[in-house]
C-alpha cells in the first residue's frame, strides 16, 4: 500500500489574480541619503579659513601713528614754528579720515592740534613783545636822560663820521658809555655848535658840577653828541663818559 505525501505549498496551483486585485506591496528601500549637507549655520561657505588666519573680508585696524605724530610734535616747543604746522596739518588729516566712523586717533589729533595753535599764538605773542621792547629800548639823543646807560656802533670812535642806532641798557649790563649831562641847546648855542669845539659845552657842565669833575678821572674820556652835526634851537647835546681804551662799563658812574 502506497501513501502520497501531502502537499506543500509550492504543489499548490496557482491561479491568476482576480481582476481588480493589485498585487502585495513589495518592500521598498529607503531614499539614499545625500552624501553632503547644507553647511552649518553661521558656517563659511567657501570652507575654513587658515589655521591662525582670521577673516580675509575683514580689514585691519586703522594706524594711529599719523595722530601719534602730531601731538609729539606739538609739544616739541625749541621748534615752535615748524612742529607746529606740521602737527596742525596732521592733525587735520587724521580728523579727515576719521569720517568713515574708525578710530585713526581722533583724540591726540584733537590735542595735538590745541596744543600746536596754543604753541603757535603764545611764540607770536614773544615775538611780539619783543619787538616792542626792542623798538622802545632805541633811543635817539633827544629821548637821552642824565643816568642812561648807552651802546651803538662806532659811539665812542673818535675817527668816526657817526655812529649808530643807540639802545639803552641796564648799566649792571656792558655798555659803551653812560650819559652824565644833557643840554637843550638855544639858537645862538646850536648856531655856534659846528664852528665850536664839540667838547665845549659837555666841558662847561663837567667843571660847573664837582660831582661829574670827579668822574673824569684818567682812562675815562668825556664826548659830547648830538642827532646831527648841525643841530636846530631845541636839540639836545648829551654829555657821555666812556673808557679811554674802548673796553666795555659794566656799572654805572652815577650814584
Known sequence: MSSTPPEGPEDQPSYPPSYGQQPPPQPQQPPPAYEQGYPPAGGHPYGQAFPGGGDPRQEAPPSKAMAITSLVLSLLFCVPFLAAIVSIVLGVVVLGRSRDGRDHGR?????????????????????????????????????????????????????????????????????????????????????????????????????????????????????????????????????????????????????
Do not use: W
Open 107 to 255: 583724540g591726540m589729533a584733537i590735542a595735538g592740534i590745541v596744543i600746536s595753535t596754543l604753541v603757535l599764538l603764545a611764540t607770536v605773542a614773544l615775538l611780539v613783545v619783543a619787538v616792542v621792547l626792542g623798538i622802545s629800548s632805541l633811543k635817539d639823543v633827544n629821548d637821552l636822560e642824565r643816568g642812561d646807560c648807552i651802546s651803538a656802533d662806532n659811539l665812542t670812535d673818535g675817527d668816526a663820521e657817526g655812529f649808530g642806532q643807540i639802545t639803552v641798557g641796564s648799566c649792571t649790563d656792558e655798555h659803551d658809555a653812560e650819559v652824565v649831562a644833557v643840554k637843550t641847546l638855544d639858537a645862538e648855542e646850536a648856531e655856534r655848535y659846528a664852528s665850536a669845539s664839540t667838547t665845549e659845552i659837555c666841558q662847561s657842565l663837567v667843571l660847573d658840577d664837582p660831582e661829574l669833575l670827579e668822574l673824569v678821572a684818567p682812562g675815562i674820556d668825556l664826548l659830547t653828541i648830538t642827532n646831527s652835526a648841525e643841530p636846530a634851537a631845541g636839540d639836545k647835546v648829551a654829555c657821555i663818559l666812556f673808557n679811554a681804551d674802548g673796553s666795555p662799563l659794566d656799572e654805572p658812574l652815577l650814584d
